[in-house]
């Protein structure tokens, strides 16, 4: 039967999905079939998967640095936040329904059951399941039918790896507090430590690494240093949203309350002829921006609603008036359109709003999300699309005679009269090479970037440096046969 470990953290964005996504290659490096799992996570940045339901990116990366393709085994219970109080539920790939905290506190006990259903299968299938946590065991206010931690970990009987942050400061008491708020049955399911993101010499660390050892008796997997190419990994987080490049593209990308799928910027990212730049509440948009792209949304209407109140449809009407150009992808594809119509308040209040009027088209949100690995053609130049659609809504008017791509017997998007606002719901458009060549070069930049390779090579060098920094052979010692 498989082995696995789960990564769990001190706190939310420690770097457990990006070590899991590490180990999982470093382990596959060394000829170990593995495979990534997270039993629930909180993200609007979903991936769409082979078995036709939907998981955080993260795991996906993750699935892409084991070899393996995405599952909804891989992660069973995903969050999507509609408001500061209220989530969309995803189990196995699928919605169940949006649920306030309060209800989802009471029932996620209840959720074991399809959590350790995934579990299982996916123990089958690997000789090394990576385990991934969610926020904090110290967290203790939420222990009560936990499934993300230590409930999981118990339940499942997962040895567990705390890792801590000492790039945000005191990792010392981060480790130690964890412990000492702890239940001790749940804190005897921690075997090791590992402290993540060090900046300069890890020797200067030596005696802080030893206080550590001493007080919680238990042993150090390593200090592993910051990994400067993570900034060419999707992120899974919106606190890791980051301005990229200096190319003399500029893309200027608003910062939603509600961003959706924002992996498909990491390929712009990583163009060298291409910078992003991420707005951020209280910025105009930049008036010396080539493409303003507004990327996807969990709450359109919400989102739209804040764009008007921070001032940037009044930025966005005088970048058209510079002839600059503008790309909206899914929710802000909705937004660019003259009517958002919500009958059925599946979005927010039952009712009607006025879009940014800058493509003549109207969406009608309708409750069936569609779901799909799609395959699309570049309308102007023929290049082939790959990309993925997570959607609510069904969006027609005139502009959409101008669509850009073609999938299957039916066309895709729409285009202003004027060519300046494109809209889609095709995401991860970028990825694909040939497409997004084309693309950039109608602002003369010349790609050359095979995405796919580069995003191997940064999972290998990720590899390395964990190989490097970590003591993978206790890890793999320290991992244990789960119950079933």
Known sequence: MARAIMIQGTGSNVGK??????????????GIPVAPFKPQNMSNNAAVTADGGEIGRAQALQAFAAGRAPH???NPVLLKPESETGAQVIVQGHPVGSWRAGDYTQRKADL????RESFRRLCASADLVLVEGAGSPAEINLRAGDIANMGFARAAGVPVILVGDIDRGGVIAQIVGTQAVLDPEDAAMIRGFAVNKFRGDPCLFD??????VVRTGWPSLGVVPWFDRAVHLPPEDVMDLVSTGNGGLRVAVPQLGRIANFDDLTPLSNEPGVSVQIVRRGQPLPADADLVLIAGSKSTIADLTAFRAEGWDIDLAAHLRRKGRVLGICGGYQMLGRRIEDPEGIDGPAGAVDGLGHLDVVTVMKARKRLAWTGARYLPTGDHVRGYEIHLGETTGP???RAWLQVGARHEGATSGDGLVQGTYLHGLFASDAFRAAYLGAFDVVSRLTYDRALDTSLDALAEHLE?????????????????
């Open 207 to 212: 005696a802080g690494l030893q206080e550590i």
């Open 112 to 115: 074991l059951i399809p959590v």
């Open 468 to 484: 490097a920094h970590m003591d993978l052979d206790l890890l793999w010692s320290l991992s244990a046969a789960p119950r079933a």
């Open 72 to 74: 909804t085994d891989m």
């Open 17 to 30: 999905s990006l070590l899991v996504a590490g180990l999982a290659r470093a382990f596959l490096r060394r």
């Open 399 to 401: 502009d959409c005679a």
